[in-house]
């Protein structure tokens, strides 16, 4: 499939693998009237500005409202972000995208008044309003966690004032996004034969994982070396990302940037302390991993560059679309018929958009809103990582197609700390039905590929979890966020996360520096634990079979966010309060690694 082909050319030629959008408006007029509807709903709430706490029935009558415009703000803006990402070059989606965008700004800031303003009711009115209001008791447990922040959430003018400060405090992360994804560049590489290759953001990790190791080094050194000569200005805009995050949580009463940042979705930092002590006390199977690799490679001086690369070579898998729809069916059949019926609707009714065409937005992802169906976004090439792409993807469809079914506006969409859960116990059940149905070589590049995942998910992202809270208690403690501050301590977690097998050069220490996700706060930690609650639940599914799969789905996929996700979790057999998922999935990277060294011996 080639990025020439038109976004028309595509649709006729495989309209059964692309969006039907008209699920959502039924053309462009369609969507220009409701985006003006909504338009015009923005000022309905002044009626209730200053009023919630004067009865039950105008809190309930705020609430729906607030609810009503939402949603269908929602479908708008889905509509045109889905139209601009099917062809980035058309300028009108562009502006499609542009405006839906600033709607929801206009939204989010006429509603700002209601936060504060529910904190200034008192609680004991509070919970009257509730026990005599039978219909606002749907907003109960919403009000609960508005009632949790009542510590740290100000008046509305001081909240408001932050809110808008906001956009001039993100001035360092939109800094680096300009500068990350369209001022810099790259020396050319070179490969072993002496020929030389443009190095882009995206042929970035294509290189690294070549077999000509001329080319890797070529390639890790020009993009270290481009941004290590930014790398004092890089450190800057990390150390203003870095104290916007540590202003306002002392702005709102928090003690830690990583307290605020976690409590909003009532996550435990003990969550995020437990992964850190877990990842450390089985880095030596990591470590054996390296050894392992290095001795499959052949290279005395393994590096840094040399840890992406396929240790499992000359494998032929291709992976056509039609073939991977029944990989997926077939690797999640456990799941059961309630499950595979909605993957089935799905693939039958528009949720997909399959191949790559000129424009479209690059890579892949899960999207929609309460009133739509979920909607898919690929970019196949015909490969094994395309399948799991897809079982991921629809992992996340699946939950949002459930939580959206059976909860309301209000409880339907689901935090980030459990968003990446679903997506991944597809891949682990998925993994599982493969290794038993693959002949020994395939076997092999699956378990390759396996141990790959671990390694950057779990592993990886917990090391970038770690070096984002020591910059922020760095920062916190009143101490120079520097540069060479920076380099210091990453260079020591890769050291230590990597072992004395992979040699850490000064290139790597400044790693840090081309990793958007520092720009997030405390989000990278949710990688790691949503990894490992997958691979306990996915274990559970396979070996409990019917009442484990009842439990995920009606404990978990449909609730949405109608309780807090650690409870959720929890309801669905994994206690992430525990290190004992971690432990769990620490144990199936070793079973794997341990599978992987005996096929290497046979085949």
């Given at each position: 499939m080639?990025n020439q082909v038109?976004?028309?050319?595509q649709?006729?030629k495989?309209?059964?693998?692309?969006?039907?959008?008209?699920?959502?408006?039924?053309?462009?007029t369609?969507?220009?009237?409701?985006?003006e509807q909504?338009?015009?709903?923005?000022?309905?709430?002044?009626q209730?500005?200053?009023?919630?706490?004067?009865s039950?029935e105008t809190?309930?009558?705020a609430l729906?409202?607030?609810?009503?415009?939402?949603?269908?703000?929602?479908?708008?803006?889905?509509?045109?972000?889905?139209?601009q990402d099917?062809?980035?070059?058309?300028?009108?989606?562009?502006?499609?995208?542009?405006?839906?965008?600033?709607?929801?700004?206009r939204?989010?800031?006429?509603?700002s008044?209601?936060?504060?303003?529910?904190?200034?009711?008192?609680?004991?009115t509070?919970?009257t309003?509730?026990?005599?209001?039978?219909?606002?008791?749907?907003?109960a447990?919403?009000?609960?966690m508005?009632?949790?922040?009542?510590?740290?959430v100000?008046?509305?003018?001081?909240?408001k004032?932050l809110?808008?400060?906001q956009?001039?405090?993100?001035?360092?992360?939109?800094?680096?996004?300009?500068?990350d994804?369209?001022?810099?560049?790259?020396?050319?590489v070179?490969?072993?034969?002496?020929?030389?290759h443009p190095l882009?953001?995206g042929t970035?990790?294509?290189?690294?994982?070549?077999?000509?190791r001329?080319l890797r080094?070529s390639?890790?050194?020009?993009?270290?070396?481009?941004?290590?000569?930014?790398n004092?200005?890089?450190?800057a805009?990390?150390?203003?990302?870095?104290?916007?995050?540590?202003?306002n949580a002392?702005a709102?009463?928090y003690?830690?940037a990583?307290?605020q940042a976690l409590?909003?979705?009532y996550?435990p930092e003990?969550?995020?302390?437990?992964?850190v002590?877990?990842?450390h006390?089985?880095?030596?199977?990591?470590?054996?991993?390296t050894?392992?690799?290095?001795r499959?490679?052949g290279?005395?001086?393994l590096?840094m560059?040399?840890?992406?690369?396929?240790l499992?070579k000359d494998i032929k898998?291709?992976?056509p679309?039609?073939?991977a729809?029944?990989?997926m069916?077939?690797?999640l059949?456990?799941?059961?018929?309630?499950?595979?019926?909605?993957?089935k609707?799905?693939?039958s009714?528009g949720?997909?958009?399959?191949?790559e065409?000129?424009?479209k937005?690059?890579g892949?992802?899960?999207?929609g809103?309460?009133q739509?169906?979920?909607?898919i976004?690929l970019?196949w090439s015909?490969?094994?990582?395309?399948?799991f792409?897809?079982?991921?993807e629809f992992?996340?469809?699946v939950?949002?197609?459930?939580?959206r079914?059976?909860?309301?506006?209000t409880?339907?969409?689901y935090?980030?700390?459990v968003?990446?859960v679903?997506s991944?116990?597809?891949?682990?059940l998925?993994?599982?039905?493969?290794?038993q149905?693959l002949?020994?070589?395939?076997?092999l590049?699956l378990?390759?590929?396996?141990?790959e995942?671990?390694?950057?998910t779990?592993f990886?992202?917990?090391?970038?979890?770690?070096f984002?809270?020591?910059?922020?208690?760095?920062?916190?403690?009143?101490e120079?966020?520097?540069?060479?501050r920076?380099?210091e301590?990453?260079?020591q977690?890769?050291?230590?996360?990597?072992g004395?097998?992979?040699?850490?050069d000064?290139h790597?220490s400044?790693?840090?520096?081309?990793?958007p996700?520092?720009y997030?706060?405390y989000?990278?930690y949710?990688?790691?634990?949503g990894?490992?609650?997958?691979?306990?639940l996915?274990?559970?599914?396979?070996t409990?079979?019917?009442?484990?799969?009842e439990r995920?789905?009606?404990?978990f996929?449909?609730?949405?966010?109608?309780n807090?996700p650690?409870?959720?979790?929890?309801?669905?057999?994994?206690?992430?309060n525990?290190?004992?998922p971690?432990?769990?999935?620490l144990h199936?990277?070793?079973?794997?690694?341990?599978?992987?060294e005996?096929?290497?011996?046979?085949?």
């Amino acid at each position: 499939m080639t990025n020439q082909v038109t976004r028309e050319a595509q649709e006729q030629k495989y309209p059964e693998h692309t969006w039907d959008l008209t699920t959502i408006f039924k053309d462009d007029t369609a969507w220009e009237s409701a985006f003006e509807q909504v338009s015009n709903r923005i000022g309905e709430e002044q009626q209730y500005k200053g009023h919630l706490g004067d009865s039950a029935e105008t809190l309930y009558a705020a609430l729906c409202l607030q609810d009503e415009i939402e949603g269908d703000l929602e479908s708008v803006y889905v509509y045109a972000h889905l139209k601009q990402d099917q062809d980035t070059s058309n300028d009108k989606y562009t502006g499609f995208e542009a405006r839906a965008h600033q709607l929801i700004i206009r939204f989010s800031s006429a509603w700002s008044f209601l936060v504060p303003e529910l904190l200034q009711i008192d609680e004991t009115t509070l919970q009257t309003f509730l026990d005599t209001h039978d219909d606002l008791k749907h907003y109960a447990f919403a009000l609960e966690m508005i009632n949790r922040q009542r510590p740290h959430v100000l008046d509305a003018d001081k909240e408001k004032l932050l809110t808008e400060a906001q956009d001039a405090l993100s001035t360092a992360s939109n800094v680096f996004s300009m500068f990350d994804n369209a001022d810099l560049t790259f020396e050319d590489v070179t490969d072993k034969d002496g020929h030389q290759h443009p190095l882009t953001q995206g042929t970035f990790i294509k290189y690294l994982e070549s077999d000509d190791r001329v080319l890797r080094e070529s390639a890790y050194n020009s993009v270290y070396k481009a941004y290590g000569a930014y790398n004092n200005t890089l450190s800057a805009t990390l150390a203003g990302e870095v104290k916007k995050h540590v202003f306002n949580a002392r702005a709102h009463h928090y003690k830690t940037a990583r307290e605020q940042a976690l409590s909003h979705n009532y996550i435990p930092e003990t969550v995020y302390d437990n992964l850190v002590k877990t990842v450390h006390k089985h880095l030596p199977l990591l470590h054996r991993y390296t050894k392992l690799r290095q001795r499959l490679l052949g290279i005395d001086d393994l590096k840094m560059y040399d840890m992406y690369t396929p240790l499992v070579k000359d494998i032929k898998f291709d992976m056509p679309y039609d073939e991977a729809v029944e990989w997926m069916l077939k690797g999640l059949a456990p799941m059961g018929d309630t499950y595979l019926n909605v993957i089935k609707e799905g693939l039958s009714n528009g949720w997909v958009d399959v191949y790559e065409n000129k424009g479209k937005r690059s890579g892949a992802y899960s999207s929609g809103a309460h009133q739509t169906n979920p909607f898919i976004l690929l970019n196949w090439s015909d490969t094994v990582s395309d399948l799991f792409t897809l079982v991921h993807e629809f992992g996340h469809s699946v939950h949002s197609y459930f939580s959206r079914k059976h909860q309301s506006s209000t409880y339907s969409g689901y935090s980030i700390f459990v968003a990446e859960v679903a997506s991944t116990c597809n891949e682990a059940l998925l993994s599982h039905y493969m290794e038993q149905h693959l002949d020994d070589k395939r076997r092999l590049l699956l378990l390759n590929q396996e141990l790959e995942r671990f390694r950057a998910t779990l592993f990886r992202q917990t090391m970038f979890a770690e070096f984002e809270h020591k910059i922020h208690q760095i920062e916190e403690a009143g101490e120079p966020l520097t540069a060479q501050r920076m380099n210091e301590e990453y260079a020591q977690l890769n050291r230590q996360y990597f072992g004395d097998t992979v040699e850490t050069d000064e290139h790597i220490s400044k790693e840090w520096s081309r990793i958007p996700h520092f720009y997030m706060n405390y989000y990278v930690y949710q990688y790691a634990t949503g990894y490992s609650a997958a691979q306990s639940l996915s274990h559970q599914i396979l070996t409990e079979g019917q009442p484990a799969v009842e439990r995920y789905i009606n404990e978990f996929l449909k609730k949405g966010s109608s309780n807090y996700p650690i409870e959720l979790l929890k309801n669905a057999g994994v206690d992430m309060n525990t290190p004992q998922p971690i432990e769990e999935a620490l144990h199936v990277f070793e079973q794997k690694l341990d599978a992987f060294e005996k096929l290497m011996e046979t085949v």
